[in-house]
């Protein structure tokens, strides 16, 4: 197996040039050869000169490498920064894009040979094709609680196929009365839309199936639903995105136009046969600043049009008469690249998606509300009226540290993946489809700052640990 170290150091440069540095980096190297089954010892670099007097050019058994790192291709937040350089690197010397590589984090001082020959025969007899670095946690996260403010929230709607949706605007007598605009128009399944309490009385329904939502002066701030017969033809300041059109006295359905409120290409990110399923329809900013695909697979996959960031997503399943009784949230999480999300759910019963976004805010910043962090995987489950954490093993109260369930977090210092799979490294990983290596805490430090550097001098009685 190659193991290889991207070493690429930024504003750090002067902390690794120091005498305790250039110790750590030439200790490092001197150790990877020592572990039985590693065949090279690879460097990729963009500074060769870091590597003056801590390990000779000509030295048998390390291959420097001098490659520039892309910072928009380096996406990985378990593996070393030039982690995607180093397997380009690697790549092309070797011309074997699915074998193995080992990744090792050159920042952690504590790791020994004898570690990384654990950790080679561990994933060895795995059957993985992937493993990561993982450590037990200082502060176990069933005590934790987080803090958020509401980023964003509304409704993904899924749309009728488009002949139904004719049918539905022909029974409501609109169809025939809709401008060319609309000819791409997009109908929705039925959803929760108490009318009455909207205003809306049961004889202006019966004189027009479809309202237009308009909002009014900015001064007023209210909304109101007009007739849309009534409107038509009058001076309107702003065509509308949508319509609203009755189903019952607690449904409604939305009708949207295709006037570039809905683009219909499928993102380059999704697979072929991948089909335009729903949307957000909504005034302001973007008209449609959400939309949902589903895969050829029977997911689904929610994708933002603008960047989403590090906002957490809750998503529950919605159908006519409100949410579906048989299910909690059916997906949290991150969206990847801050665009895409895809999930899992059977489109029984189910007309759209209740959604919300969480930005986590700092401990001084104002929030809107407090959630516990939940028991991933069942380990813990918070207990209703008492607020108390119960493991799921046993059913006990965690009342102590010596019920803390098992929680470890990946951590960067070891990781082997093959040299073309970087790109699925953090979902295989997120899936647990990667082989977790436990990496005890006393020897997990991770030397990102002048702190953790006096940190491992505290520790180390010399610069000569690995």
């Known amino acids: 197996m190659i193991l290889v170290f991207p070493i690429y150091l930024g504003k750090q440069k002067a902390l690794w040039c120091s005498d305790a540095g250039r110790a750590i980096l030439s200790a490092r190297l001197y150790a990877a050869l020592r572990v039985e089954?590693?065949?090279?010892?690879?460097?990729?670099?963009?500074?060769?000169?870091?590597l003056h007097d801590v390990w000779p050019p000509d030295a048998a058994g390390v291959r420097c490498i001098v490659r520039?790192?892309?910072?928009?291709?380096?996406?990985?937040?378990?593996?070393?920064?030039?982690?995607?350089?180093?397997?380009?690197?690697?790549?092309?010397?070797?011309?074997?894009?699915?074998?193995?590589?080992?990744?090792?984090d050159f920042r952690c001082p504590f790791i020994t040979s004898d570690d990384v020959s654990s950790a080679q025969g561990e994933f060895a007899a795995s059957g993985r094709a992937s493993m990561v670095s993982v450590t037990a946690l200082r502060d176990n996260p069933c005590q934790l609680e987080g803090y958020y403010t509401v980023a964003d929230v509304g409704m993904v709607?899924?749309?009728?196929?488009?002949?139904?949706?004719?049918?539905?605007?022909?029974?409501?007598?609109?169809?025939?009365?809709?401008p060319a605009s609309w000819s791409g128009r997009h109908v929705t399944r039925p959803f929760p839309f108490d009318w009455a309490a909207r205003g809306i009385a049961a004889e202006s329904r019966e004189e027009s199936g479809a309202v237009l939502f308009r909002r009014s002066h900015?001064?007023?701030?209210?909304?109101?639903?007009?007739?849309?017969?009534?409107?038509?033809?009058?001076?309107?300041?702003?065509?509308?995105?949508?319509?609203?059109?009755?189903?019952?006295?607690?449904?409604?359905?939305?009708?949207?136009?295709?006037?570039?409120?809905f683009r219909q290409e499928v993102p380059p990110l999704l697979p072929a046969g991948t089909e335009l399923a729903g949307g957000c329809v909504r005034r302001g900013?973007?008209?449609?600043?959400?939309?949902?695909?589903?895969?050829?697979d029977g997911r689904w996959c929610l994708y933002a049009s603008t960047d989403m960031g590090n906002d957490r997503l809750h998503l529950v399943p919605v159908c006519g008469a409100g949410r579906r009784e048989d299910t909690s949230p059916v997906a949290e999480g991150f969206m990847e690249g801050g665009r895409s999300f895809v999930f899992e759910c059977s489109a029984d019963g189910v007309d759209g998606f209740a959604f919300w976004f969480l930005k986590e805010v700092g401990d001084q910043g104002g929030y809107d509300l407090r959630l516990d962090y939940p028991g991933e995987g069942g380990l813990w489950h918070t207990e209703k009226g008492s607020g108390r954490k119960l493991t799921l093993t046993t059913g006990e109260h965690i009342s102590g540290?010596?019920?803390?369930?098992?929680?470890?977090?990946?951590?960067?210092?070891?990781?082997?993946?093959?040299?073309?799979?970087?790109?699925?490294?953090?979902?295989?990983?997120?899936?647990?489809?990667?082989?977790?290596?436990?990496?005890?805490?006393?020897?997990?430090?991770?030397?990102?700052?002048?702190?953790?550097?006096?940190?491992?001098?505290?520790?180390?009685?010399?610069?000569?640990?690995?």
């Not at 089954?37 to 870091?50: F, I, K, L, Y």
């Not at 033809?233 to 009755?246: D, G, H, Q, R, V």
């Not at 699925?424 to 953790?452: H, K, N």
Request: some cysteine.
């Open 401 to 466: 540290r010596q019920l803390f369930p098992d929680v470890y977090a990946p951590m960067s210092c070891l990781g082997i993946l093959s040299a073309c799979s970087y790109e699925t490294y953090d979902s295989e990983l997120a899936q647990g489809m990667c082989l977790g290596w436990v990496l005890p805490l006393e020897r997990s430090l991770r030397i990102a700052s002048e702190f953790d550097m006096l940190v491992f001098k505290s520790m180390s009685e010399g610069c000569n640990c690995i």
């Open 218 to 261: 900015v001064t007023d701030r209210t909304v109101e639903y007009l007739s849309y017969n009534e409107h038509q033809t009058a001076e309107i300041s702003e065509a509308p995105a949508c319509l609203w059109l009755y189903e019952s006295e607690q449904q409604a359905r939305i009708v949207a136009s295709s006037m570039g409120h």
């Open 157 to 178: 709607h899924i749309f009728e196929p488009a002949e139904s949706g004719d049918a539905v605007l022909q029974s409501a007598g609109v169809l025939a009365h809709l």
């Open 37 to 50: 089954g590693v065949d090279q010892v690879v460097v990729v670099t963009d500074e060769p000169d870091v």
């Open 285 to 296: 900013g973007a008209a449609v600043p959400y939309r949902l695909f589903r895969l050829p």
């Open 68 to 104: 520039e790192a892309n910072r928009e291709r380096e996406i990985s937040r378990f593996l070393p920064y030039g982690t995607r350089a180093a397997l380009d690197a690697v790549q092309a010397m070797a011309d074997e894009a699915d074998m193995p590589v080992m990744v090792a």
